[in-house]
């Protein structure tokens, strides 16, 4: 079965490593490292996994990534390179490595790699944790189909995945990638709301995201029959309530200001791979 190292098992690694074990992936199968030896305690007591906190064995990283056959680096976009020179001889040639990064180029990577080395860019998002997030997947050149195939299927048993070309991975980054949290940020609003009416603020938290989670079902459940535009107008009757909101969002602009939220996550990806070249 494949062997799996997740370099830097913080939020985003932990979320897929969440969805693999989920999906049946034993946990001796797994091995992760920290920075600090606290964060790989909890991470361990968290996910039963075996962790190897780089404060306290300088090997860390090279030693779990020499027993894997996938690699996921999940440390900050700043350090993927440095993480990358870091693990480069301990790689065995056809180990596949998967960047979970927002804004590492397959370039940047496989500079950094032995010559050949397999290298995937994905940009996922949190609700793989809950087995429904949204991955994007761009491999690099020295990347067989079977390859793409086995860390498709990994990923792909904690959300939808979607391989696509290079230069869509900040798109998705604008709408998937950073999504999860302008979902939050309309519940942490929605419940606010509900206070300053008057709710109980754990009635008004429950109520924010049992709307989320039953509307983002509805989606899901009604796609190629009604797209969004549409349950929204089933909600909204003539000269009602809902119609007054909506008038209220219209009336701030809301859409565009949504629109330019998501293109503002992607352009700033963009301006993180610049700053990276230098
Ligand atoms: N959070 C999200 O929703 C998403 C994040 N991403 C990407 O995921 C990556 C990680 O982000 P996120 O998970 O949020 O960040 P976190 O800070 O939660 O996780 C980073 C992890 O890396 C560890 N770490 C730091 N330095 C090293 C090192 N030298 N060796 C081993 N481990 C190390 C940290 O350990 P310690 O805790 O001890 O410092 C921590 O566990 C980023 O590149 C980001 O672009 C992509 C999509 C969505
Ligand atoms: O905010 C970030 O930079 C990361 C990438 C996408 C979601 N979180």
């Known amino acids: 079965m494949t062997k799996i190292a ?26 992760g490292t920290a920075r600090s030896a606290e964060s790989a305690q909890k991470r361990s007591e968290q996910y039963g996994v075996p962790m190897v906190a780089e404060e306290h064995d300088g090997a860390a990283n090279t030693t779990a990534a020499a027993q894997a056959d996938v690699v996921f680096l999940g440390v900050k976009p700043h350090q993927i390179v440095d993480l990358c020179r870091e693990i480069k001889d301990a790689l065995k040639p056809e180990t596949v490595v998967v960047s979970v990064a927002a804004a590492v180029t397959i370039d940047m990577m496989e500079s950094a ?30 990347v067989s189909q079977e390859q793409t195939q ?25 709408v998937a ?29 429950d109520l924010a995201a049992q709307t989320l989670y039953g509307a983002g079902k509805m989606l899901v459940e009604n796609r190629g029959q009604n797209d969004a535009a549409q349950l929204r107008r089933n909600v909204t009757s003539p000269n009602g309530t809902t119609q007054k909101a909506i008038e209220t969002f219209d009336a701030a602009d809301m859409d565009a200001t949504i629109r330019a939220g998501a293109k503002a996550s992607s352009s700033r990806a963009a301006e993180i791979t610049h700053q990276l070249r230098g």
């Open 177 to 205: 990638g950073s999504g999860p949290a302008y979902a939050f940020y309309l519940a942490e609003h929605m419940a606010a709301a509900g206070v300053e009416m008057g709710l109980d603020p754990q009635i008004a938290a």
């Open 113 to 142: 790699l032995a010559e050949g080395q397999p290298v995937i860019r994905t940009m996922p998002n949190t609700p793989m944790s809950v087995g429904e997030g949204v991955v994007g997947l761009a491999a690099g050149s020295h």
């Open 6 to 31: 997740m370099l830097g098992l913080g939020s985003m690694n932990g979320a897929i490593l969440a969805g693999l074990l989920g999906s049946g992936v034993p946990a001796e199968n797994v091995i």
């Open 150 to 174: 086995t860390v498709a299927e990994l990923l792909g048993a904690s959300g939808s995945v979607h391989v696509l070309t290079e230069d869509q991975i900040d798109a998705l980054t604008g």
